[in-house]
């Protein structure tokens, strides 16, 4: 069994800061490549930034600069800190995280910018 649970949604003022973090509980086996996506109403769900067992990461273009993504192996947390934030960054956001040949996925949690 492998459930994955998402903090530090909320709502903020433009310019502002939020940090996301999502634990994973799995009863065995190594973790490997960690992100975060999200998805705003009637827009697909989309890549904002994901992270290497070797901590290589890749982020969206719309998010460069402002976010940063990171990991605890010994935690087995990954992190999105989120600051610089603007209202196009209201979204669910969604934890994914792949173990062995699967991916699994967080319960989301709302992230809300006011202008």
């Known amino acids: 069994q492998v459930q994955l649970v998402e903090s530090g949604g909320g709502s903020v003022q433009a310019g502002g800061s939020l940090r996301l973090s999502c634990v994973v509980f799995r009863r065995t086996a190594s973790i490997g490549t960690m992100g975060w996506y999200r998805q705003a109403p009637g827009k697909q769900r989309e890549l904002v930034a994901d992270i290497t067992t070797d901590n290589s990461a890749n982020y969206a273009d719309s998010v460069k600069g402002r976010f940063t993504i990171s990991r605890d192996n010994a935690k087995n947390t990954v992190y999105l800190q989120m600051d610089s934030l603007k209202p196009e960054d209201t979204a669910v956001y969604y934890c994914?995280?792949?173990?062995?040949?699967?991916?699994?996925w967080g319960q989301g949690t709302q992230v809300t910018v006011s202008s």
């Open positions: 994914k995280v792949k173990i062995i040949l699967t991916w699994y």
